[in-house]
């Protein structure tokens, strides 16, 4: 069922319109009716001599869902996307960890509320903000505020010249499709504490392990590299160091990946080695050895690489305890 799901999802990814939505939204319960009816009926009408015909209406299916999927979650095809009226000012909180480059911060909102003459209303959809802030008295923004800002956005632009990143792409892979450039005295800071707590407890304590980093490296450039490598903040990282790292081919070397929860989980399997002597011990350590993987996942952002090694290596310790068989690659 993998297959056609991911093809699905493709398609809706690469073809993103409100009418493929109406017709997924539409034809995706009908398909859903017949697969129960099929599933009711099945031994009366002796189903397993049309089992081609039931596999293929099945790999519809998923095909049908993995285009819902992908065009539901699109929030420029929402009624109510902020971009959809020319309102004055956005109500919105910050959905991501600022990042500062000399006098520019940039960060991720979500939009909650548009105001247009004096009136407000409820609407939705991501923006990406590049914050100009006053030397003289800075804003200081963390995850979760709440801010009122001057509705001034533009489209994200596509790439002009031949092989230049897709920075339109990029973004709208994570369902941003339009950024905005404001001044401090564009912006008020409402309120705190509006996001994940759980996210701003792990950023928290990312920054907490940041300043005691920056307190035991002195020389700057191995202190942003030690950072990204172990946390992946990447904020105090040159431009110089990257385009060094890119340039040799080893900028892979400086994303958090699936080889440092594999590290971690060696390096407590060992430590904890002298708990499998009992049943209660080797329990007790599978527990504690997945929970610091997760914490670790967390830390970090839940990037792809990092979630899925920790998805497989929760798998492996599992199966490792309840003694069933696997391959190690």
């Not at 708990?275 to 329990?283: C, E, Q, S, T, V």
């Amino acid at each position: 069922m993998l297959l056609p799901l991911i093809f699905g999802i493709t398609l809706g990814y690469y073809f993103q319109n409100k009418q493929l939505l109406g017709v997924t939204t539409k034809v995706l319960p009908c398909l859903l009716l017949i697969a129960s009816l099929i599933n009711i009926f099945y031994k009366k009408f002796k189903g397993w001599q049309y089992k081609k015909t039931i596999a293929s209406f099945y790999y519809l299916i998923f095909f049908i869902l993995g285009i819902f999927l992908t065009l539901f979650h699109t929030h420029f095809l929402n009624k109510d996307y902020f971009a959809k009226k020319q309102y004055q000012q956005l109500k919105v909180w910050v959905n991501s960890e600022p990042e500062q480059t000399n006098d520019i911060v940039r960060f991720e909102v979500v939009v909650t509320n548009g105001y247009l003459n004096n009136s407000e209303e409820k609407c939705t959809g991501n923006l990406l903000i590049a914050l100009k802030i006053d030397s003289l008295s800075p804003i200081h923004l963390n995850y979760g505020d709440e801010l009122m800002i001057l509705a001034n956005y533009l489209p994200v632009e596509p790439p002009y010249n031949p092989a230049e990143f897709n920075f339109k792409q990029w973004l709208a892979s994570k369902n941003i499709y339009h950024q905005s450039f404001i001044r401090q005295d564009e912006l008020v800071k409402l309120r705190e504490n509006q996001g994940n707590p759980i996210i701003k407890y792990a950023l928290e304590v990312r920054q907490k392990q940041i300043a005691t980093y920056r307190k035991l490296i002195k020389d700057n450039e191995a202190f942003a590299v030690a950072s990204t490598l172990i946390l992946g903040y990447r904020a105090d990282l040159s431009k110089e160091t990257l385009a060094a790292y890119s340039k040799t081919g080893t900028i892979h070397a400086l994303s958090v990946s699936g080889m440092h929860v594999g590290i971690i989980y060696i390096m407590l399997n060992w430590l904890l080695s002298f708990l499998d002597r009992k049943n209660a011990g080797r329990i007790f350590k599978v527990t504690l050895i997945c929970a610091l993987i997760w914490y670790y996942s967390l830390l970090t952002g839940f990037s792809p690489s990092v979630l899925r090694s920790a998805v497989m290596l929760t798998v492996f310790i599992l199966a490792k305890q309840l003694k069933k068989k696997h391959q190690q690659l």
